[in-house]
């Protein structure tokens, strides 16, 4: 398998100031970073983001991947395009929302190409240098999250909205992934009753699992007590339209606390398809559910 080492061609640090979004326009090496999948490795903060490029008018330009990290949440390091899937000979086309697991010593990190072939890349480190885990597709979903859960047993999930798997329509679909972290274990799964859009996210909190989607302009959720459900149930709303985007959310606990990530195309003179990368604290009932995110532009 051929080796592809990237270097990490810029690293800038910035304040948050209490205020979203993550980046600011007037930043040193300012990038538009959206899709945000946000993890937690070492007691830092990795958010794994798609790029939207100056002056895009359409999601076609989106070719490589950004880091953003940070250890308090009000300092951020970003360390700008850290891995160019297209210099791999057998990744090309429209390369849409990412995400990273760590198993074993190593950090995969799944990106898709020609929107739904689901490639890996691989690192000793959170941040890289990256190298070819695969040379082809390992499967093929829209907008594919992993989730490696407390067994050690990783799983990865997307909806089939833009493939044709499973049921007609678009659902929540998940499926196991072997030891190998690169090869399914299994047919995919529908995990959802409802139909979703897009962008899916699976985290779990207090033995319950949490699954998110994109249903028309808001996201919605769903619980289940395992991790391939039939079916999870929907909940509610989880967040409003993301201002002037299409949304994108993951969700991580840090430090006691919890926050939901997100994309919007209304600040840093950005648009639909210029999005930046924005966080708000969650809060849960007793029960449970989610108190509905309400979006801001400033974090306490």
């Not at 051929?2 to 990490?8: A, C, D, G, Q, Y």
């Not at 996201?219 to 967040?239: H, I, N, R, S, V």
């Not at 926050?259 to 849960?284: I, T």
């Amino acid at each position: 398998m051929k080796s592809m080492i990237l270097p990490l061609f810029l690293v800038v640090i910035c304040a948050l100031n209490a205020q979203n979004p993550i980046l600011n326009k007037e930043d040193a090496g300012f990038i538009y970073a959206a899709d945000p999948a946000a993890e937690v490795y070492n007691g830092k903060v990795y958010v794994y983001c798609s790029r939207d490029v100056e002056g895009a008018v359409s999601f076609s330009t989106m070719q490589d991947y950004a880091i953003l990290e940070s250890s308090d949440m009000k300092t951020w390091k970003n360390h700008g395009v850290v891995l160019k899937p297209r210099e791999y000979v057998w990744a090309h086309g429209q390369m849409n929302a990412p995400d990273v697991a760590y198993w074993e010593g190593w950090y995969y990190f799944y990106f898709p190409y020609d929107k739904t072939h689901i490639g890996v890349a691989k690192s000793r480190t959170p941040v890289g240098p990256w190298e070819e885990a695969v040379t082809k597709e390992i499967t093929t979903i829209f907008d594919p999250t992993v989730f490696v859960d407390d067994d050690g047993q990783a799983y990865i999930y997307g909806n089939d909205h833009k493939v044709n798997i499973g049921d007609p329509g678009a659902h929540i679909m998940g499926a196991k992934l072997k030891d190998n972290m690169i090869e399914l274990d299994g047919d995919w799964i529908r995990l959802s009753e409802e139909t979703v859009s897009e962008a899916v996210h699976v985290f779990k909190r207090n033995g319950i699992y949490y699954f998110s989607a994109r249903v028309g302009p808001v996201t919605k959720y769903w619980m289940a007590e395992t991790p391939l459900p039939k079916y999870a149930t929907l909940k509610g709303e989880l967040a409003p339209d993301a201002p002037k985007a299409p949304n994108h959310t993951s969700a991580i606990e840090f430090k006691g606390d919890w926050y939901l990530f997100y994309h919007r195309g209304d600040v840093n003179e950005g648009s639909f398809h210029r999005r930046s990368a924005c966080f708000e604290k969650m809060s849960f009932r007793e029960d449970g559910t989610i108190v509905p995110i309400e979006y801001t532009l400033e974090i306490e």
